[in-house]
């Protein structure tokens, strides 16, 4: 079945301590990118990826990181986490780019206290 | 920059009611234009999508026809369910390379 992967689904975490959410595609796509989703602020980019070892920001990269050592992987991590980072995440991804329907994870809601 | 801007919510409608959602945008080129939906906790579903002006996208009953000289993309459906209670996102893609711009959502509850 073709899916895009998020783990963990949720998570409770404190200020400070570096995370990191996975995201894996099994559909061989180019582009990936990650989302968060806050109330009244409907979806914002953080990072995209074209391709293996291409990444670039989004909208409100500020605070993350991510890698595309793989074309199946792209993780999104938190090097150090504060409380406005609290969200909900999505990863996506398609065929070759965002002019592209996206497939998305089934989300990692994030509770950084 | 490219903006999409949908009607505020939250939208109730009885079954079998008509549906329009308003979506208008701002780009400098010349964008694809989409609708996802997302069903309780679950991820963004595309339900449609137009790539030039006057294409009209459409899937399980829901329309919207790219419309250059209005700059929108509403969303319609003649006969809505209780199963479509749902959040729907208007997006905008001006190039492959440039961020997804959605809007900021419409919640649509259908009551039976």
């Known amino acids: 079945e073709a899916q895009v992967t998020q783990n963990p689904r949720y998570l409770i975490t404190v200020t400070g301590k570096k995370l990191t959410v996975t995201c894996s595609q099994n559909?061989?796509?180019?582009?990936m990118s990650w989302y968060r989703q806050d109330p009244g602020l409907g979806l914002r980019q953080i990072y995209y990826s074209m391709n293996v070892e291409v990444t670039d920001k989004g909208d409100v990269p500020e605070g993350y990181k991510v890698s595309r050592k793989e074309k199946r992987n792209f993780p999104l991590i938190l090097e150090s986490p504060s409380p406005n980072q609290t969200s909900l995440y999505f990863c996506?991804?398609?065929?070759?780019?965002?002019?592209?329907?996206?497939?998305f994870g089934d989300g990692t809601r994030l509770s950084i206290l | 920059g490219d903006s999409v801007t949908q009607m505020e919510g939250p939208v109730t409608l009885s079954e079998e009611a008509f549906l329009t959602i308003n979506c208008t945008y701002t780009?400098?080129?010349?964008?694809?234009l989409f609708w996802y939906v997302q069903y309780p906790g679950e991820g963004l579903q595309l339900l449609l999508k137009?790539?030039?002006?006057?294409d009209k996208g459409s899937n399980k009953g829901f329309e919207a026809t790219y419309r250059k000289e209005t700059t929108s993309f509403h969303l319609e459906k003649g006969s809505v369910q209780v199963s479509d209670s749902a959040v729907y996102f208007c997006?905008?893609?001006?190039?492959?390379?440039?961020?997804?711009?959605f809007g900021k959502g419409t919640r649509l509850s259908v009551i039976a």
């Open positions: 780009a400098t080129g010349y964008p694809s």
């Open positions: 997006a905008l893609s001006d190039q492959g390379n440039t961020p997804l711009v």
């Open positions: 996506a991804s398609s065929y070759k780019d965002s002019n592209q329907p996206q497939h």
């Open positions: 559909m061989n796509h180019e582009y």
């Open positions: 137009a790539t030039k002006a006057d």
